[in-house]
């Protein structure tokens, strides 16, 4: 038996149908890494690390040394060993990071909307 | 189009971040008003398609990288309000756990990609795509819709980087924050967007709308309300 507040949770055929599409997204996510590995091309622009700012005017601007080590992420850029360059290696992890990404921030949306919306209608 | 840290001075980011906090505040209001529980799902799944989305990285061959952002068409079927919200979790996902973008800079990533663009992609769709039985007329404004938000904001995104050198420089004329000027930001970011990211978001728009219209028509945010042809 569902109570009433898990009944209006439940999720209608569309719904059911978007989430799959949304996990097949997510199986997919390696693309992001092969694409432009096959391509050779390089970071999106205006997201270089200070070493490539370097290479690219010649100098590292002051602020941008200062604020650029301000937060470390548990798995920056969706990998956890930079120093292993393998591409099967970093799609993997790129896989891994899309699922953990896409479900926690379904899941919070999910939270936040439940405390946003009472209208029952 | 994710700006990292170090990239912005501060004269640039605090303000960002003040919008932010004031455009979530009003979303929240409007969406507790406006979105009935039944679409709770919706918004779940809106989130981490832009999530996924933005993981899909494309090439231009020879250039950069860049990717889509799913803005436009949550925009157009949950209103740009819960827009708002479902991409700013997306984006502070992607900066907290995978320094996807500055946590200094997360206002101005939030502005550009959550704010600027799902309300810009609502006006466009709802000035092409006022008659949902023009059906041809409702493809072509989702694409357009898609299309001409992400190329803004990606060209907002261009002048952020582009004023840091007028804003900040030390004394021996170096930039202290983003090294580029806006004749080099502002074209870079509009024309690779012009020419692969922004067709990305204008055909996935368009895809996603059309599905909707095929089969729940009745939830389209743009058609239930601020559209033309709504009668209240």
């Known amino acids: 038996m569902l109570s009433g507040k898990e009944a209006r949770m439940r999720m209608n055929k569309t719904q059911k149908k978007i989430l799959i599409v949304l996990l097949l997204l997510c199986l997919l996510t390696p693309v992001g890494v092969l694409l432009p590995a096959f391509f050779n ?43 292993d360059l393998s591409i099967v290696h970093r799609s993997g992890f790129y896989l891994v990071s899309g699922i953990i990404g896409a479900t926690v921030t379904y899941l919070i949306m999910l939270l936040i909307s439940r405390l946003i919306i009472r209208n029952e209608e | ?28 209001k409007k969406v507790k008003k406006e979105v009935s529980a039944r679409n709770i799902p919706y918004l779940g799944m809106a989130a981490a398609f832009s999530f996924i ?12 990288t860049g990717h889509a952002v799913g803005s436009a068409v949550i925009a157009i079927l949950f209103g740009p309000w819960a827009a708002i919200v479902a991409v700013s979790v997306a984006l502070i996902i992607q900066a907290l756990i995978f320094g996807d973008g500055g946590i200094t800079a997360l206002g101005a990533n939030c502005f550009n990609m959550a704010i600027f663009m799902p309300f810009t992609a609502y006006y466009l769709f709802s000035f092409f795509s006022f008659n949902p039985a023009r059906k041809r007329l409702v493809y072509f404004g989702a694409f357009i819709s898609g299309y001409l938000s992400l190329v803004m904001a990606a060209i907002l995104t261009g002048i952020e980087f582009g004023i840091q050198p007028l804003i900040a420089s030390s004394s021996d004329g170096k930039a202290l924050y983003c090294p580029y000027d806006l004749k080099i930001a502002v074209p870079a970011m509009a024309i690779e967007h012009m020419l692969l990211f922004g067709i990305v978001e204008g055909l996935i728009t368009a895809i996603i709308v059309r599905y909707f219209l095929r089969n729940e028509p009745g939830l389209i945010y743009a058609f239930r309300k601020g559209g033309k042809n709504e009668n209240e």
Do not use: C, R
Request: no cysteine.
């Open chain 2, 53 to 64: 989305i933005m993981m899909f990285n494309l090439p231009i061959p020879g250039g950069t």
């Open chain 1, 41 to 83: 091309t390089g970071d999106a622009w205006g997201e270089w690390s200070a070493q490539t700012v370097k290479e690219l005017v010649g100098y590292v601007p002051k602020g941008l040394a200062k604020y650029s080590e301000v937060w470390q992420a548990p798995i920056p850029d969706y990998d956890v060993n930079k120093k």
């Open chain 2, 1 to 28: 189009m994710h700006i990292p840290d170090g990239y912005l001075s501060p004269q640039t980011y605090i303000p960002l971040y003040g919008v932010f906090a004031a455009a979530v505040t009003v979303a929240v």
